[in-house]
């Protein structure tokens, strides 16, 4: 029986890989990213939009990961084991940390009202 408020149609599922997504930054980072490069690589089956959210789920998480440490190779780099290196290292690992977070928060809010990410069409 269905509640008068409740969904009239089935949901494509787009909050997984979400999910799985906010996992990897702020809970469980290695499995995290292992079951997102699973869905990623098992999502030719699935409808677009959960498609779609996966897609650019993945791709977010490997930008991250490649802008945070090349940025801290940079400062290591630059400064070398110092206090410089450190706190330019700490301050741009949280700040990138904290816009990728942020991302996957809008993320999440696009998938539950269905409609697709903020991300680029060519690449989903």
Known sequence: MQYSGGQTKASSGAVV???WYLLN????PAIGFAVLAWLYLSSEQ???LRRAHTRASFYMSM????LIFSGVGVFW???GNTGN???GAI???IVLHTSFVLWGMVS????VSEKPPYFPRQFL
């Not at 930054?25 to 469980?28: E, H, P, R, V």
């Open 46 to 48: 699935v409808p677009a």
């Open 85 to 87: 290196f450190w706190t």
């Open 17 to 19: 890989p979400v999910v």
């Open 108 to 111: 999440l809010a696009q998938a």
């Open 25 to 28: 930054l702020l809970a469980l």
């Open 77 to 79: 780099l630059l400064f």
């Open 91 to 93: 301050v741009w690992a």
């Open 63 to 66: 930008i991250g990961a490649a």
